[in-house]
């Protein structure tokens, strides 16, 4: 039905592997979200790049492909 179409999707706690963690389930439903300006990244890169999941991932290695 169009009613079920409309519903958010969404990763829940009790559905992830034991080894997930709530930062990178967070990330994900963040990135799921319907209406645009509630996604993450609506608002540039660096709100993507300041979630707690990828906060400390070097952008400069991973740009020159070195990691």
Excluded: V
Aim: proline share 4%; with cysteine.
């Amino acid at each position: 039905s169009l009613a079920n179409f409309a519903k958010q999707a969404s990763i829940k706690l009790h559905e992830i592997p034991e080894d997930w963690s709530e930062d990178c389930i967070d990330f994900i439903n963040r990135l799921l979200q319907r209406k645009p300006e509630q996604r993450l990244g609506f608002h540039g890169a660096d709100e993507l790049k300041n979630h707690p999941w990828i906060k400390d991932l070097n952008w400069k290695k991973l740009a020159l492909r070195d990691i």
